[in-house]
């Protein structure tokens, strides 16, 4: 019964992919005769009916998206084949509405609702509809309320209060502030001041963080399902400054402070202080790199801590991290590029009386891989990425107009071969270092201005890191439609 299930998942969403590509050729034929005839309109009538009912006065904007995915993965919150609920097999139906109100110059108040309904195929492995099939229904979130005044007194400064997606850098440390929903939200709580001194070509953000567990802490829900965004409350101050007076080495350096209050059995309580810096740019017309590096200290008390021995005693924190990217870009036709990845997250050595394990803040979201974000539920927590080394290239390249095909492949490690964290000690064998090889394939299409889809797949062939070694695949489809 399982498998004709997940077929019939995957039928549905590829039907919808592919009825809207066969009519993709003829849309690209009609948006390049527009483009090459000089006295064709700016807007189709069509688009200018659109924007004049997304814009009906000048002082409001508003507009909304709707997202069909469907996710099957196998092993991968479990990490053993012989686990209930190991089989994941469900439906995703985020709907999102947004708009935007501008009463003065320089000057709006933005506010965006979001909900995400679910259809279980097979027994719900996470959320509170666990071992449940069928539609949940879950809640709508305010998952943007904010106000936003540009060029305060008429100085080069931003400020923007409230509800808000917050995003650094490439979000290695600063991504999302709701990693236990998925990608239904990413918002943080949060004030942000910037200012651009740009006779300098710099830039300085000082960010204030006050981040609640409970969705319905701040905002009252709709449909209220009193769910945890995270597993402790948060609160946060970001110092950051950016400069790009020079292309081929655009820096940046920050401060990141965090402390933590446990509110789930598996939260922390901790102090932990960032202190790192980005280095990007150009080479030349082919090369262009990143490099970002961090080192924390502090204090954490971590309760799910098994390794050594169980214990919620405050430890000294101390540990490192390094994310870095090289690209050579051939510039032809087809737009092909090839990139080498590294990054590395130290880990918490079992023999010491510290916590060496890197804290990834608010960068739990699936910056590399969808298993890299999963793969650590019963390690850790989701997205609690940390002990790790990846290397490894990533190909990419457009096929065709509108079209993005990337392929991956990364060599992963841990740094410790004993995991300390909540895990079971028999889904580890707590004595080699590999965890395996992990390979993914993407492909996105651009239907239109309107709607937009993609095929993901990725898999790990585990390595002696773990107790089991079936391969752990991860399948996604997904249609996007914005208006």
């Known amino acids: 019964m399982q498998q004709p299930m997940t077929v019939k998942a995957y039928a549905l969403a590829l039907i919808a992919l592919g009825v809207t590509l066969v009519a993709a050729p003829a849309q690209t034929t009609l948006n390049s005769s527009a483009a090459a005839a000089p006295a064709a309109p700016a807007l189709s009538s069509t688009e200018q009916t659109i924007k004049d009912i997304k814009n009906p006065v000048p002082w409001l904007n508003w507009g909304g998206d709707f997202r069909?995915?469907?996710?099957?993965?196998?092993?991968?919150?479990?990490l053993n084949p012989n686990a209930p609920l190991h089989e994941q097999d469900y439906?995703?139906?985020?709907?999102?509405?947004?708009?935007?109100?501008?009463?003065?110059?320089?000057?709006?108040v933005n506010a965006r609702i979001a909900a995400e309904p679910r259809e279980w195929m097979q027994p719900a492995g996470y959320t509170p509809y666990r071992g449940r099939t069928g539609l949940d229904m879950r809640e709508g979130i305010i998952d943007s309320l904010n106000v936003d005044w540009k060029n305060v007194a008429s100085l080069p400064l931003n400020i923007k209060v409230g509800r808000q997606d917050l995003f650094l850098g490439d979000g290695w440390l600063v991504g999302d502030g709701t990693p236990a929903d998925g990608s239904w939200t990413y918002y943080l709580d949060s004030a942000r001041f910037t200012y651009e001194l740009k006779d300098q070509q710099t830039t300085i953000d000082a960010i204030g963080i006050f981040q609640k567990a409970q969705d319905d802490a701040w905002l009252p829900t709709i449909n209220p399902n009193h769910l945890?965004?995270?597993?402790?409350?948060?609160?946060?101050?970001?110092?950051?400054?950016?400069?790009?007076?020079?292309?081929?080495?655009?820096?940046?350096?920050?401060?990141?402070?965090?402390?933590?209050t446990k509110v789930a059995s598996n939260g922390d309580n901790a102090d932990i202080y960032t202190i790192g810096g980005r280095l990007n740019g150009a080479l030349s017309d082919h090369w262009k790199y990143w490099v970002e590096g961090a080192y924390q200290f502090g204090r954490k008390s971590d309760t799910?801590?098994?390794?050594?021995?169980?214990?919620s005693n405050s430890r000294a924190l101390t540990a490192y991290g390094l994310n870095s990217k090289l690209s050579?870009?051939?510039?032809?036709?087809?737009?092909?590029?090839?990139?080498?990845?590294?990054?590395?997250?130290?880990?918490?050595?079992?023999?010491?009386?510290?916590?060496e394990m890197f804290d990834v803040l608010w960068g739990r979201w699936p910056?590399?891989?969808?298993?890299?974000?999963?793969?650590?539920?019963?390690?850790?927590?989701?997205?609690?990425?940390?002990?790790?080394?990846?290397?490894g290239p990533t190909w990419t390249l457009n096929p065709m107009k509108n079209m993005e095909l990337s392929t991956s492949y990364y060599a992963l490690f841990a740094m410790n071969d004993v995991p300390t964290r909540e895990a079971s000690k028999t889904l580890f064998s707590n004595n080699d270092n590999f965890r395996g090889h992990f390979v993914s394939a993407v492909l996105k299409y651009k239907f239109s201005q309107h709607m937009n889809g993609h095929l993901w797949g990725e898999c790990l062939m585990p390595g002696n890191y773990y107790a089991y070694d079936t391969l752990i695949p991860f399948l996604r489809a997904e249609v996007m439609f914005t208006f």
């Open 228 to 260: 945890l965004t995270s597993e402790q409350d948060e609160k946060g101050a970001i110092l950051q400054v950016a400069n790009t007076s020079l292309k081929a080495a655009n820096l940046t350096g920050y401060f990141i402070y965090q402390n933590d």
């Open 328 to 355: 050579y870009l051939f510039k032809d036709k087809l737009n092909n590029q090839l990139a080498c990845s590294f990054e590395l997250l130290s880990g918490d050595n079992p023999n010491t009386g510290n916590d």
């Open 68 to 78: 069909v995915r469907n996710e099957y993965f196998n092993d991968l919150l479990t």
């Open 304 to 311: 799910t801590i098994k390794y050594p021995a169980v214990t």
């Open 91 to 108: 439906f995703r139906f985020r709907a999102r509405l947004w708009a935007s109100v501008t009463p003065l110059d320089n000057l709006s």
């Open 367 to 391: 910056h590399w891989s969808e298993i890299g974000l999963y793969g650590y539920a019963a390690e850790t927590r989701v997205g609690q990425e940390g002990n790790l080394i990846r290397l």
